[in-house]
């Protein structure tokens, strides 16, 4: 059998005989006694499990990021650094910089929560492009602060981004990131495997009756932490390196791997696909993000999933792999069902393909929720089109999340706007033709009369967004994806 082998604050760590859907906020608090990693909702929502590992971002450089560690299973270690609140020290041996800002600004409060905070702080603390105030907020927005002394966390957060200080994680994070080994894992009659390949994978599946995939856990955490489940076979898919990358295609657009980590597609598309950063700025928690992966999300087949419409607006394409190949199927097809996909048995989602943006198309993502931070959609919308230079609008794309089953495309609205001037009126009319695309149901997070008049504002705000910029970026300062300008 294999053991778990992996270095936690700087000491080398082998695990045996430990159940594969142990967590490491369980192994942290019960084995190791390193308490300073708390334990608060165990769902990933409060941030106070907050740790940091050493991960690679999408083009294989080597970068820290946090995570909740509530939500990483024991085997996901493998081969990696992961550093916890006793483990971080300054170059002396005095605290971190980070430990020392948040005293000084008198930023610690109760104390139940600071751990989680100066872990938070300290990927912030080596990341060199916070240049904006937002994107502080983002970063520290996963870490709750039951006291609610958010300003002076702020301001030492503020003080020690990108200081990258000259320790043991810096040494670390100068130089390409190492591959994730493979890992074949065993115990209580549970097996965890991570192939560090596509021919090893399907190796695998062959071997197995039943296969659960995971790369992130963000939501099978869930399961593991809530519902206490178990499955005979997990394989983690973040070792296969050609699910991580994102390569731009010769012929214009991108190749995206399913594997890629949500935060390092936010920092990708913030140039090339403003559209689908917009939608990814609201998204989740920064820890979420860091964990969370393209292949996931959309294989969860959530018709409140925010990648869906957007990715439906830009007219992208799943590319589906298995033993016998490879193919594609439009992002419109790949959802068969309420939580179902294309996908058949022994398949994954190895990518989706973004088409570069025609010339004069205008786009924008949007995500409504009862709160701006960490919330599930009510309703989410990506919209895509194309203007001639005579004012005809000869493509749309309209997808939409929380209106149905499935993330669709509104149809009905498209056929009003396509061979139209984009104009008011016109667009006025594809809003009223919503009501023959979707009939959304009433639940908490909304009615359905509110999602339908949600719906046509959202289309309407789309043709006044778009009237200056093509394709408009938030601002500076804003507060969500619907912004009053």
């Known amino acids: 059998m294999e053991a778990i082998e992996f270095t936690l604050n700087n000491e ?36 106070a499990c907050t740790v940091a ?60 929560c600071t751990p989680g905070v100066v872990m938070t702080m300290l990927e912030a603390c080596y990341r060199d492009d916070l240049d904006a105030d937002w994107k502080l907020d983002d970063q520290m927005a996963g870490t709750l602060c039951r006291c609610t002394g958010y300003r002076p966390i702020k301001e030492a957060a503020r003080q020690i981004a990108g200081s990258r200080p000259a320790d043991d994680v810096t040494a670390v994070l100068d130089g390409p990131a190492a591959a994730l080994p493979a890992l074949d894992y065993r115990a209580d009659d549970q097996r965890f495997v991570r192939p560090d390949s596509l021919a090893r994978l399907w190796a695998v ?8 995939f995971v790369n992130g856990a963000t939501d099978l955490g869930l399961a593991v932490t809530k519902r206490h489940e178990t499955w005979p076979c997990l394989v983690c898919l973040d ?8 390569v731009a295609l010769d012929g214009g657009g991108w190749r995206v791997g399913a594997g890629v980590t949500l935060s390092a597609l936010e920092d990708y598309a913030d140039g090339p696909l403003p559209a689908l ?18 292949g996931g999300n959309l294989c969860n087949a959530s018709p409140i999933g925010d990648l869906a419409p957007v990715l439906l607006a830009l007219g992208a394409d799943a590319v589906i792999a298995g033993v016998a190949g490879a193919r594609r199927v439009a992002m419109a097809d790949f959802f068969t069902g309420y939580r179902q996909t294309a996908l058949a048995e022994g398949e994954i989602l190895a990518a989706v393909v973004i088409p570069e943006p025609a010339d004069g198309a205008r786009t924008a993502a949007y995500k409504v929720s009862k709160r701006r931070e960490l919330d599930i959609s009510a309703v989410s919308a990506g919209m895509a089109v194309v203007v001639n230079d005579a004012g005809i609008v000869t493509e749309a794309r309209l997808g939409f999340g929380g209106m ?22 016109v667009v006025a009319a594809a809003a009223v033709a919503l009501e023959d695309d ?48």
């Open 205 to 212: 599946i062959a071997e197995e009756r039943e296969v659960r």
């Open 239 to 246: 070792g296969i390196p050609s699910l991580n990358s994102i």
């Open 277 to 294: 950063a917009r939608m990814l700025r609201y998204f989740g928690a920064r820890q979420i993000k860091n964990r969370a992966t393209v």
């Open 53 to 112: 590992w050493l991960d690679a971002d999408a083009g294989g450089r080597a970068v820290l990021r946090s995570v909740n560690a509530c939500l990483v299973l024991l085997p996901m270690l493998h081969g990696r650094r992961v550093w916890t609140v006793e483990g971080i020290r300054g170059a002396d041996g005095s605290p971190h910089l980070v430990q020392e800002a948040l005293v000084q600004a008198l930023g610690s409060q109760c104390g139940y």
């Open 12 to 47: 080398a760590v082998t695990i045996e005989h430990e159940p594969p859907t142990k967590t490491l906020l369980e192994y942290l608090r019960g084995e190791r006694r390193l308490m300073g990693t708390k334990e608060g909702c165990a769902e990933g929502d409060c941030g």
């Open 438 to 485: 979707f009939t959304p149901m009433s639940d908490h997070r909304g009615s359905a009369w509110y999602r339908a008049t949600l719906a046509r504002n959202l289309l309407l705000g789309f043709f006044e967004e778009t009237q200056s910029e093509a394709a408009p970026r938030l601002t500076r300062g804003h507060s969500g994806t619907v912004e009053v300008r």
């Open 404 to 425: 149905a089953a499935t993330p669709r495309r509104a149809t009905a609205a498209e056929a009003a706007l396509v061979g139209q001037p984009w104009s008011a009126s």
